[in-house]
């Protein structure tokens, strides 16, 4: 059972920065792909951002391109979204996630289906 710790979120104001992480319980983390999502009160859970482990290739929501950035580091096995400029729209609980990195990853990782595991959600707010 892979278990992911997520930590980093919090009360901030319009234009700050936070850094989410995710912490990943899998030794063969090459196997894997991470997706970082987020769901707002009354809200669908949508997509944030995603990558897989052994890939330099990054994928983001056009809204948040050029503000987040989605980063790991394999030798710790944890994920990272660093969050910059952040707007009171990007108020939401966000969640990271692993699946394998197979084709039908590659095909649909905009949607919670190709993850398996996830992780216990962090809470952010911004302020106007």
């Known amino acids: 059972q892979v278990q992911l710790v997520e930590s980093g979120g919090g009360l901030v104001q319009a234009g700050d920065s936070l850094r989410l992480s995710c912490e990943v319980s899998?030794?063969?983390?090459?196997?894997?792909?991470m997706g970082w999502f987020r769901q707002a009160p009354g809200k669908e859970r949508e997509f944030v951002a995603a990558?897989?482990?052994?890939?330099?290739?990054?994928y983001y929501k056009d809204s948040v391109k050029g503000r987040f950035t989605a980063s790991r580091d394999k030798d710790k096995k944890t994920g990272y979204l660093e969050m910059n400029s952040l707007k009171p729209e990007d108020t939401a609980t966000y969640y990271c996630?692993?699946?394998?990195?197979?084709?039908?990853?590659?095909?649909?990782?905009?949607?919670?289906?190709?993850?398996?595991?996830w992780g216990q959600g962090t809470q952010v707010t911004v302020s106007s």
């Open positions: 990558f897989r482990w052994n890939s330099r290739s990054t």
């Open positions: 899998e030794q063969t983390i090459d196997r894997y792909a």
């Open positions: 996630a692993v699946g394998l990195a197979t084709p039908d990853w590659l095909r649909m990782y905009k949607t919670p289906r190709p993850y398996d595991y």
